[in-house]
């Protein structure tokens, strides 16, 4: 298989796999034959990406700049400059392609695992974690690596998409076929709603159930996939099946309440913690993201005063943990590295992060955005008003009300959902800093990106990255050729 640079053969029955998790349920011996629900479970712990999307996502972004001075670790220059980057490294395009799928490859093993055991109704639950898992991971592959879907042309999405990989390898080199952005989103649709069903039907018990596909996450994810397809309803929907009542109150990141009685360090500590109730699927990752803070290329002055530490359309500054190590240099301070040891002696090892990729905060946001395009505003406005009352430094209900002729003042327009919606995502950029999901809505908003470049004079220009420019999709890994994926066009 040239998909991903792991090599799965299957020998009759037996799988060779990678290693365990520190902090998942522990994996099979899966030199083993796949034949009991507990395999299965502990199987499916490997169906999520163990890299992360952190460093391609967030410097494609219009979240960063040139600060003129700072380390240049790579891939950052490259892909500042939306340049291909060639290493596969843990902070990669490739590298993340990679693990997608082989967590793709992990929920294939185990689905036929159970299409070929008559497990019983016990392992219904995980067959819909199975699924809904290998939905996440194509979905996301598919916004990287493919054209974005344009839900009001459903026709014009005949652009090449990325393989859809549904069953086990049973070579070392497997053809594959990128079919089209539709057909991958009608696949990603089948497994959704069929893992979904099972997971809502089913109760599952977890050892850390934030690190699985359960139900309330399942549907965090539909929230964000029916955002892309343009199906608002269903957006809301499934935003109220995540808490009973549809209720997010208390669920959300408390930035300007219990985070602000904590010192950075504190919160530095607990913000990805499994027992937060924003977290909805935490992914276990391998990834250098959390030092890059001093790069050359991050966030630099001109963005933490104007979008991280600025004034938003509800009238008031979000409280976020801006941290500076000396001006140029800024992070959001939110991600806590671990270390991995391989070897106690040498003290080896590798970083590791743990990565909320799914919250309560993005959920709310995507049903706030669906209400404004279903005409609903006042519910639209009532979510939006619940993220800024957890936000918002020294909220004042009455100073800090969202409202739609403060949001055409303050983004200079004339319509009231678009303006609305313009304060929706103005409240994810800037809530969701350094997460990776400001690019979500710029591939699906069609949002031009600019960056602040500085010369060797110190003089200051700007490149930009337009919505049709074809350095938008990620390069497919150049290995993937040799399963017959073509790469994209530049």
Not at 8 to 32: H, I, N, V, W
Not at 100 to 105: G, K, M
Not at 348 to 361: K, Q, R, S
Not at 421 to 443: A, E, H, N, P
Request: charged letters at 20%.
């Amino acid at each position: 298989m040239k998909l991903s640079n792991l090599k799965y053969l299957m020998l009759s029955s037996t799988l060779l796999f990678g290693s365990c998790s520190k902090y998942l349920d522990q994996q099979p011996d899966m030199r083993a034959e796949i034949n009991t629900v507990d395999k299965v479970k502990r199987l499916i712990t490997s169906a999520y990406p163990f890299n992360n999307y952190l460093a391609m996502a967030e410097t494609y972004s219009d979240n960063v700049e040139d600060k003129g001075v700072g380390d240049l670790y790579q891939p950052v220059p490259a892909l500042f400059r939306w340049e291909d980057v060639k290493d596969s490294g843990s902070d990669t395009p490739t590298g993340y392609w990679n693990k997608c799928y082989e967590a793709i490859a992990a929920a294939n093993h185990a689905l036929d695992a159970i299409e070929s055991n008559k497990f019983g109704d016990e392992v219904l639950a995980f067959k819909g974690e199975a699924l809904v898992a290998r939905a996440y991971a194509h979905f996301m592959l598919v916004n990287f690596f493919a054209k974005v879907y344009d839900y009001k042309k459903t026709e014009s999405n005949t652009s090449p998409g990325i393989p859809y990989v549904t069953k086990p390898e049973t070579k070392v080199i497997e053809m594959y076929d990128r079919g089209t952005v539709q057909s991958v989103y009608e696949n990603i649709r089948k497994d959704l709603e069929e893992g979904l069903a099972l997971l809502d039907a089913n109760p599952a018990e977890w050892t850390v159930p934030k690190y699985h596909f359960t139900p309330a996450a399942a549907h965090a994810f539909a929230t964000r996939f029916y955002l892309f397809t343009g199906e608002w309803q269903k957006v809301v929907d499934h935003a109220n099946n995540i808490f009973a009542g549809g209720n997010f109150a208390g669920k959300l990141i408390p930035y300007n309440s219990t985070f602000k009685k904590m010192t950075f360090e504190e919160v530095h500590t607990v913000f990805a913690k499994a027992e937060q109730p924003y977290n909805l699927l935490i992914n276990e990752t391998y990834s250098g993201y959390q030092r890059w803070w001093n790069n050359r290329y991050a966030m630099g002055i001109n963005i933490f005063q104007g979008i991280y530490n600025g004034n938003t359309a509800a009238g008031g500054k979000f409280y976020n943990f801006g941290v500076s190590y000396g001006a140029p240099h800024y992070t959001t301070y939110i991600w806590k590295e671990y270390w991995y040891v391989t070897n106690t002696t040498a003290n080896t090892g590798y970083p590791m992060l743990m990565v909320p990729v799914l919250i309560t905060d993005e959920a709310l946001m995507n049903r706030a955005e669906a209400y404004l395009e279903l005409g609903n505003n006042a519910a639209g406005i009532a979510d939006m008003n619940l993220m800024a009352s957890n936000r918002i430094d020294n909220y004042n209900v009455t100073n800090h009300a969202v409202t739609p002729a403060k949001s055409k003042l303050f983004f200079g327009v004339q319509d009231d959902k678009e303006a609305l919606i313009q304060t929706v995502l103005q409240f994810k950029q800037v809530g969701f800093m350094s997460m990776g999901l400001r690019w979500l809505d710029i591939i699906r908003k069609g949002i031009t990106v600019k960056h602040l470049v500085i010369a060797n004079d110190e003089s200051e220009s700007y490149i930009e990255l337009k919505p049709e420019d074809p350095r938008r999709i990620f390069q497919i890994p150049e290995e993937a050729k040799l399963s017959g994926v073509e790469q994209n066009p530049r």
